[in-house]
Every structure is written in C-alpha cells, then in structure tokens.
C-alpha cells in the first residue's frame, strides 16, 4: 500500500541559489507585497491596456527626470532593442558594437537582416574599450546603428561619456546607449539627448526594480526618435499588470535606493575576495556583477558550484577571454555561500 503524504514521508526542498542572471535578490518588502497583492485583484485583465500607457510614463519620467512625452515603455528593454533596429537596422545597414557585450544586440541584428560589425576589446590587466576603432567605423557607414551598453555586460567597464559625445558629433548613425545597469553605476548619458538626435537610451525595471518577471523597460530620445518609433511599436506592448505593478515599485524608490546601495556594497566584497585568491582573474565591474576567470577549468568550476546549488553564468567561449564565468550579486548570505564554496573548489577540498 503506497504510503501517503504525512505518513512517513519527508519532503526536501532544494533550494538553488541563483547568481547567474543580474537579477535584484531581494524579494518583495512588507509595503510592497501588500500592494502588488492588491493590484493583482484590482486589474482589469479582460481590458486592453491604455495604449499610450500615460500613467506608467508619467511614472518613470518622475524618476528618470526626463520629459514623459520622449520616453517609450516597453515589454522590457528587449523589444526595445528589436523596435531600434527595425527602425534604424535592416538591409544594407550595418550594426555596430564592441565585443563581448550584451547578446541579443548581435541577435536582433541577425532576424532583423542587418550585417553585424563587431569591434573586439582590448585586454591587457583589464578590459579597455576601442574607442577609434568604433569611431573609424562609425564615420565609414551612413546607415545603421550603434550599440553601447553603458556599464557594459559582461566586462563591466563604462565608457567615456566624453567620448560618447564625439562619437555623436562624428557619426549620423543612430546610438543606443543601453543603461540596464544605471541604478548600480550611477552615471547616464541622459544629459546628451537634448543635443543629440542621433541618441537613443534604454533602460530596464528588470535589474534595479526586481521586475524581471514581468517584463517593463523604457526608452528615453527626442521627440521625433520617438514618434518615429511609436509608428512601429505594437499599441498592447506592455501588459495592464506589469504597467501597474511597475508604476507601483517606481513609488516605493527610497526603498530600492537602500537595495542598491547594500548591491553595490556586496559587489565590492565579492570583488575584494577574487583579488585576495592568487588563482583567479577578475575584471572590475561597475554593474551587479563581476566577470572572471581561474586557472583551472571554468566549466569544471561552474558544475561543481552547481551540485552545491550555486548557479553561476558560465561561456564555453566568450569574445577574448575564450571559457568565462560571471557571478551575480546576491543577497549578503547568498554572497558568501558563493565564496565559501569557490574557494574550497579551487583549493580541492
């Protein structure tokens, strides 16, 4: 007779620690929860969204500081890198950008048609950005568009904004300068819209916010980028529930601003602890994250730490560096379970 549950079964739960993906770790405060559980009774789900999303907007020009008639939400920042190159990519336009950086620039460039000019890093202690080789190639090409995540991902590092703003003196492309992880940096590029028209900027609620899940990203231009685009884009983009939700985390700011600053705090102990270890090589990181490598086997690495129920992102052959690992920020505890354990696999125990 099968024994049923309560009768002498005991269930384990395996809890995997998941520092692979630079997601914010914190799960939802006391405040929060109480309201997103409100909402999820309140939303209209037989409804179609408000198609100019004028409340979100609103919200996310409160925080960003920037008119809300020049910004565009999206069904996260992804949609809004396909949005960009549907506009400004395609048939005999080129996409530029450096590499290794965030994948699906060079993957949208691919459905949407448009040939790809990757610009590879120069790596000598750590990453350094090629400046004139991007700037050569932006003032060869009349069509097309460039991509520079600002700080950039995997590597880290951020660019000069001087730079950038020869960059878009120089060139007639269109540049989209994805922020993801501004809220860890600190530094944007907002203040070169107003001059530029060839300047486009991404951000995302998926890092910062937590909101990965439900997908919500933003894109801030001036007016006639925006119009241009708002021609294109799918009047239903972004869900009435994660329009909702979003404008709701945007009010409770204070709060993630105390997350960020506990993040970047635990980044530089993480940081601290891959200097201290004579056995790894570390790149400095301005995100939420920090790309390395051992003098061992990354992949052997990656495995151990998962039957330790550690998830880290691993590359079997990352631009430059060849195999990779990347570790994400996460809670305090999460953090030195990780060190904990990575040290131990390398020194064999």
């Known amino acids: 007779m099968p024994v049923q549950p309560g009768l002498g079964w005991k269930v384990m739960v395996i809890i995997m620690i ?9 799960p939802l405060s006391g405040e929060v929860a109480k309201k997103v559980n409100r909402l999820a009774l309140e939303v209209a789900y037989n409804r179609y969204p408000e198609k100019t999303y004028s409340e979100l907007r609103d919200a996310l020009s409160s925080y960003a500081g920037f008119p809300a008639d020049k910004i565009i939400a999206g069904n996260g920042s992804d949609e809004l890198i396909l949005l960009s190159l549907l506009k400004y990519g395609g048939r005999d336009r080129v996409m530029i950008s450096p590499a290794p950086t965030f994948g699906m620039y060079s993957h949208y460039a691919r459905v949407t048609g448009t040939e790809i000019k990757e610009v590879p890093y120069m790596l000598e202690d750590d990453f350094i ?25 995997p590597t880290g590092e951020r660019l000069s904004l001087s730079w950038l703003a020869e960059l878009l003196a120089e060139t007639d492309l269109m540049v989209v300068v994805d922020e993801a992880y501004y809220e860890f940096s600190g530094e944007t590029a907002i203040d070169l819209i107003e001059d530029n028209q060839n300047l486009i900027i991404l951000r995302t609620l998926s890092k910062a916010f937590g909101l990965a899940g439900l997908r919500v990203g933003y894109l801030m231009a001036n007016q006639s980028v925006v119009d241009d685009l708002n021609e294109i884009r799918s009047p239903y983009n972004v869900s009435n529930y994660s329009a909702k939700i979003a404008v ?11 997350q960020w600053i506990e993040m970047r705090n635990e980044r530089i102990k993480l940081e601290d602890f891959l200097v201290e270890h004579d056995r790894i090589t570390h790149f400095h990181s301005e995100g939420n994250f920090i790309l390395f490598k051992t003098d061992g086997d990354e992949e052997e690495i990656k495995d151990k730490l998962l039957e330790r129920n550690l998830m880290i992102r691993y590359w079997n052959d990352l631009d430059i560096l060849g195999k990779a690992l990347r570790v994400s920020v996460g809670l305090p505890e999460e953090n030195e379970l990780f060190k904990e354990a990575l040290k131990a696999i390398l020194e064999g125990v």
């Open 248 to 258: 709701t985390l945007l009010g409770f700011e204070d709060e993630y601003r105390k």
């Open 18 to 26: 998941k520092l692979s993906s630079n997601e914010n770790p914190y």
């Open 129 to 153: 950005f090629p400046e004139d080789e991007i700037m050569e190639l932006a003032r060869k090409f009349d069509d097309g568009i460039i991509f520079l995540c600002y700080p950039n991902n």
